[in-house]
């Protein structure tokens, strides 16, 4: 509509006045928020926007490989793709405690992340996706009011050690200002209306160590429950479940319980289904699922999913439990 129109060349005039002829990096994590700066960049600067796109080899399935169809490929932004799967694993190798796991990403990230942007000399600026719901919370973390229960991952501090300037251009606007600003940009809605994913990605969704083994099974029971919920339509709202549920995914337990398949005894891995429904996202209940539902993911998951035998599904409201499980 002509209203975000004008927001977009409003902002796109406030940019290039930034910005110059000067070069600028962005950090691409494949979330909405990073995802709609490099949008709006691109439009303003084009090819003086470089994106770095760090995979940790914790993302979920196919997720690099549509990162860059939708920035390379659909768009013709400038994206540089790092593997760094090889070094994540290797560093999270024989760690079991959850804020030791964090700690481990976010520490790998801030390294990869600068190695690449060291290497693009010509860059002045750093972009990031920071929205006006992260300046309040973290204007509370620096007086203290934030209670930290779990350490979150993200990119603090890096434009100075950098000798970066910082650009934030969707620092003013909420959450489903950002979407309609995406959607206004061409990215497609399904990518814009995505459930929340963590910076530390399936590494907090594999409880206790994390090995490729168990990210690789988790990729797929995971796409096998967002692909359900996507196309289970609930009759009375006319909405998928994917839409009536605030965040939805899969977690890798790495016990071993018994099954039956044809003739032989499986010894296999269990995974947890987890729905919740919430606005803040402080506190959140468990979706009740269509019984339906549940059962088409279990069968599809055991049965496509070599390696899992046993799905259960998570009755836990938070609090006292949080979204994630670990
Ligand atoms: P919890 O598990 O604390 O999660 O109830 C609340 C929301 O925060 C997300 N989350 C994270 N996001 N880095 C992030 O960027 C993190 O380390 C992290 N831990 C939790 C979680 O997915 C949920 O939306």
Redesign the pocket.
């Known amino acids: 509509d002509w209203v975000m129109g004008d927001y977009i060349a409003e902002a796109v005039e406030k940019i290039r006045a930034q910005v110059g002829d000067e070069e600028v990096i962005l950090g691409l994590s494949g ?1 909405v928020d990073s995802s709609v700066a490099a949008a709006l960049i691109h439009r303003a600067i084009g090819d003086q926007l470089t994106c770095v796109f760090v995979d940790h080899g914790l993302l979920r399935l196919n997720e690099g490989q549509m990162v860059m169809d939708m920035f390379a490929r659909n768009l013709g932004v400038k994206v540089v793709h790092v593997d760094a799967s090889e070094q994540f694993m290797g560093h999270l190798q024989g760690v079991t405690d959850p804020e030791a796991k ?1 700690k481990i ?2 520490r790998e990230f801030v390294e990869v992340f600068q190695a690449e942007a060291k290497k693009l000399t010509r860059a002045k600026w750093l972009a990031q996706g920071t929205i006006y719901p992260d300046v309040i919370e973290s204007a509370g973390a620096k007086t203290g009011k934030a209670t930290t ?6 990119v603090g501090g890096l434009p100075e050690t950098l000798g970066l300037k910082l650009l934030e251009p969707l620092r003013e606007l909420f959450k489903d200002e950002v979407r309609e600003l995406g959607v206004a940009l061409g990215l497609p809605h399904e990518m814009v209306y995505r ?6 990605g399936l590494g ?1 969704r594999i409880l206790g160590e994390v090995k490729r083994e168990y990210a690789d099974l988790l990729r797929r029971a995971d796409a096998i429950f967002i692909e359900e919920l996507r196309n289970t339509v609930d009759t009375a709202s006319g909405k998928s479940w994917y839409d009536l549920t ?2 939805a ?1 899969a977690v890798f337990l790495p016990v071993k319980s018994v099954g039956v398949m044809g003739d032989g005894r499986t010894y296999d891995y269990v995974v947890a289904l987890r729905a919740v429904q ?1 606005s803040d ?2 506190t ?1 209940d468990w979706a009740e699922l269509p019984y339906g539902l549940l059962k088409r993911v279990s069968s599809r998951i055991i049965n496509e999913v070599r390696g899992i035998n046993r799905v259960t599904y998570d009755v836990s409201s ?1 609090p006292p ?6």
């Open positions: 979330g964090r990403i976010g229960i779990k350490s979150h991952h993200n459930h929340p994913f963590p910076g530390p907090v605030s965040q995914f919430t996202f402080m959140a938070k439990a949080t979204i994630e499980w670990e």
